[in-house]
């Protein structure tokens, strides 16, 4: 960092301590405030309604979204909060959203806001439909490798880093390294929690700007049917350390035909929230890897009753105070599909770059391309050139919601499998998808023309005059 760099750092650093301190002594008065503040620092970059919905939400005491800020401020250590603020406020939120922008136009490909990477493969348990449960010990990535990803990302404007696997946290050392190493980055792992013990909570409080997704599936008899005996209650007592150590944390949901009733009932959000998670990530399941049960992938049914409960969830009035969202059904808000680098992709834990954790097929590797060098072949340019796969977002995938589209991309680019044990053709993945494709074709255009959507201002390939 230079040194004006540092000194916005600073700047921001004690404005963030003095602003926390502020709002705890008299919340009614001074969110308003500290909103006016923030539109007057960043209100450049983002739309103005935006702000003006912050004004209304901290203005109204039955707001579940002034709760869920009032629950961060007074729960969660303060300096985890202010570390927080400037690794995904300062670094990703204002510098990386502008640096990511001008290198779009500048290169002419996509510019990832968020990358995933996958230290290993390895992972000490076992989940029923799960890909990487097949991988064993067989790759790794090292410090250096990831630490160089991130160098590089930085240069384009990414400040966002996800670990999957596998599970992250067996190289927990390494990811506590980098988070020391990169201070304006902020990290975060999808993890099994079974490896969360009180040192490396005192580990991510020092650092400050690395969060954890907890992996839980509903009830304990549905979570511990799919994820094997015991696992509810160890993600249970990781949450609880996590709550009592004032650090802040989400949720990681894989919802299937089978838990949908249980992952979105009350009794669960509720639990979570006691429990003090503040963020939910759900994610359709998707039948990857030859040993994938298609039977798990959501129904139609499943899929529309999400996309109510989702936005029933975050009505400021009908909601509960945690932030949820699912990549399949939020597709609006993002304009579509944000794999193959648009808003992110995915780093497997042999160094190939994927476009998307789900979909494994590759022409590139961090161990003889730049991931400049990655954006800009052949593989990462189809995806550019035809997203949106569909102008209804509420289709967004090219394997799952459009499998001729990723038949075609793959066909065209001749990328092969990166499957670490048995490659898998694009005609036998996308096979697995056609019926599902079919099925919610017609109810989610009956869905998204009978609904209002956001217009989410991204740009595509195809807007360019050019």
Request: hydrophobic share 35%; aromatic share 10%; net charge neutral.
């Amino acid at each position: 960092m230079n040194f004006k760099d540092k000194a916005q750092r600073a700047f921001v650093s004690s404005g963030t301590k003095r602003l926390i301190k502020y709002v705890k002594r008299d919340p009614d008065r001074n969110l308003p405030k500290v909103v006016n503040f923030a539109e007057r620092f960043v209100g450049k970059i983002f739309p103005s309604g935006n702000f003006e919905k912050m004004r209304n939400a901290v203005n109204d005491p039955e707001n579940v979204w002034r709760d869920l800020v009032l629950r961060i401020v007074n729960e969660t250590d303060e300096d985890v909060i202010r570390k927080m603020t400037l690794s995904f406020g300062l670094g990703a939120g204002l510098h990386g959203t502008k640096a990511v922008r001008e290198n779009r136009d500048k290169y002419r490909c996509n510019i990832p806001w968020l990358i995933l990477m996958d230290p290993t493969s390895a992972c000490n348990k076992s989940c029923e439909g799960c890909w990487s449960a097949k991988y064993g010990f067989t790759s790794t990535l090292s410090f250096e490798e990831m630490d160089d990803v991130v160098r590089q990302g930085k240069e384009l404007g990414t400040h966002l880093y996800m670990f999957t696997g596998g599970e992250p946290l067996i190289k927990k050392d390494e990811i506590i390294a980098l988070c020391k190493k990169h201070p304006d980055c902020v990290f975060l792992c999808f993890t099994n929690a079974t490896l969360i013990g009180q040192k490396f909570c005192d580990e991510v409080k020092q650092v400050g700007n690395f969060t954890m997704m907890l992996s839980i599936e509903g009830s304990p008899e549905i979570n511990d049917s799919r994820r094997g005996e015991g696992s509810y209650r160890s993600t249970m007592d990781a949450m609880k350390l996590l709550k009592e150590n004032r650090l802040l944390f989400g949720i990681s949901v894989c919802y299937t035909s089978e838990n949908v009733s249980s992952v979105t009932s009350d009794e669960f959000i509720d639990l979570m929230v006691e429990n003090g998670a503040r963020i939910g990530m759900y994610f359709a399941y998707m039948p990857v890897g030859k040993d994938a049960v298609t039977h798990l992938i959501p129904t139609p049914e499943n899929r529309k009753f999400m996309y109510s409960w989702l936005r029933r969830m975050r009505d400021p009035k009908t909601g509960k105070p945690i932030f949820v969202f699912d990549f399949q059904d939020d597709g609006e808000y993002v304009g579509g599909c944000i794999a193959g680098g648009r808003r992110y992709f995915h780093i497997n834990s042999a160094g190939d770059i994927e476009p998307c954790v789900f979909i494994h097929y590759s022409d590139s590797n961090i161990r003889k391309d730049t991931l400049l060098e990655a954006l800009r072949k052949p593989l990462f340019m189809a995806y550019y050139k035809n997203q949106p796969f569909n102008d209804n977002h509420l289709r967004p995938c090219p394997m799952l919601e459009n499998p001729d589209c990723l038949r075609k991309i793959i066909r065209e680019t001749n990328a092969p499998s990166t499957d670490l044990v048995s490659p898998e053709s694009v005609d036998d993945l996308c096979a697995k998808c056609d019926k599902f494709a079919a099925d919610w074709k017609d109810e989610a255009d009956k869905l998204w023309n009978s609904t209002k959507h956001p217009d989410p201002k991204t740009q595509y390939y195809r807007d360019y005059k050019a």
